[in-house]
């Protein structure tokens, strides 16, 4: 929503939803793929990729990029991306305490979550860094500064719209960092499990403890050759 506030800014809601779909939709399978066949990796202990660490690696970092958008400086937008995707880490770190995933499925989940947010950030913070560093160089003659300042009022309307759109990111922001106490509590994984079980036939979902027996097995079984 806080992106499509701003024309401008379009093309990089477009090219996040792509990267959020595709990552969702790798999550889902590889999910799917293991509780349905027993696909994963004993050597990797990967079961899956973390959703929750793909979650916040793809969506922290733009609601950090749409809550900075009234600051000029690259820096300040930088630091706020890095300070965004340290604490995508610490949540997909949060999931190894719990038993909830293995370090490779909260690492390979952080890494697909950040490469959907890189994909759709890359471009424009990109350009926002060389609009700073142009902006050091001393400046050509009055005519550019006169140029810089229709350039100003001209965008008076785009800056009214990125700053609806970065009040929506940190409202955004606020909304889903109370979820976890003010929403009830998600059934997705019994969701996937369900799906998982109609596609395979199986009576039961493939476990990890079944995944590291059969891989103990097939090593018992060569050294027995």
Same mark, same amino acid.
Do not use: N
């Given at each position: 929503?806080?992106?499509?506030?701003?024309?401008?800014?379009?093309?990089?809601?477009?090219?996040?939803?792509?990267?959020?779909?595709?990552?969702?939709?790798?999550?889902?399978?590889?999910?799917?793929?293991?509780?349905?066949?027993?696909?994963?990796?004993?050597?990797?202990?990967?079961?899956?990729?973390?959703?929750?660490?793909? %979650?916040?690696?793809?969506?922290?970092?733009?609601? &950090?990029?749409?809550?900075?958008?009234?600051?000029?400086?690259?820096?300040?937008?930088?630091?706020?991306?890095?300070?965004?995707? #340290?604490?995508?880490?610490?949540?997909?770190?949060?999931?190894?305490?719990?038993?909830?995933?293995?370090?490779?499925?909260?690492?390979?989940?952080?890494?697909? #979550?950040?490469?959907?947010?890189?994909?759709?950030?890359?471009?424009?913070?990109?350009?926002?860094?060389?609009?700073?560093?142009? %902006?050091?160089?001393?400046? #050509?003659?009055?005519?550019?500064?006169?140029? &810089?300042?229709?350039?100003?009022?001209?965008?008076?309307?785009?800056?009214?719209?990125?700053?609806?759109?970065?009040?929506?990111?940190?409202?955004?922001?606020?909304?889903?960092?109370?979820?976890?106490?003010?929403?009830?509590? *998600?059934?997705?994984?019994?969701?996937? *499990?369900?799906?998982?079980?109609?596609? %395979? #036939?199986?009576?039961?979902?493939? *476990?990890?403890?079944?995944?590291?027996?059969?891989?103990?097995?097939?090593?018992?079984?060569?050294?027995?050759?």
């Amino acid at each position: 929503m806080g992106l499509w506030a701003c024309p401008a800014q379009r093309g990089v809601a477009r090219r996040w939803l792509l990267g959020f779909v595709a990552a969702v939709s790798l999550t889902l399978a590889s999910k799917v793929a293991f509780m349905g066949w027993g696909i994963g990796s004993a050597d990797w202990d990967f079961t899956g990729f973390s959703g929750h660490a793909m %979650s916040a690696a793809s969506v922290l970092p733009l609601l &950090a990029w749409l809550g900075l958008q009234a600051c000029a400086s690259a820096r300040w937008r930088a630091a706020g991306l890095l300070l965004a995707y #340290g604490l995508a880490a610490g949540i997909a770190y949060s999931r190894l305490p719990v038993g909830a995933h293995s370090p490779s499925e909260a690492l390979l989940g952080f890494l697909l #979550g950040a490469g959907a947010s890189l994909f759709a950030l890359a471009a424009p913070f990109g350009e926002a860094l060389s609009a700073s560093l142009r %902006s050091l160089l001393p400046a #050509g003659s009055a005519g550019s500064a006169g140029a &810089a300042r229709l350039g100003e009022g001209a965008d008076a309307a785009p800056a009214r719209a990125l700053r609806r759109g970065a009040m929506l990111a940190i409202l955004m922001a606020g909304v889903l960092s109370a979820a976890p106490w003010i929403s009830p509590p *998600t059934r997705s994984h019994q969701w996937v *499990t369900a799906l998982s079980l109609k596609l %395979s #036939g199986r009576p039961a979902p493939f *476990t990890r403890h079944q995944l590291h027996r059969r891989a103990a097995e097939a090593l018992a079984l060569a050294q027995a050759r």
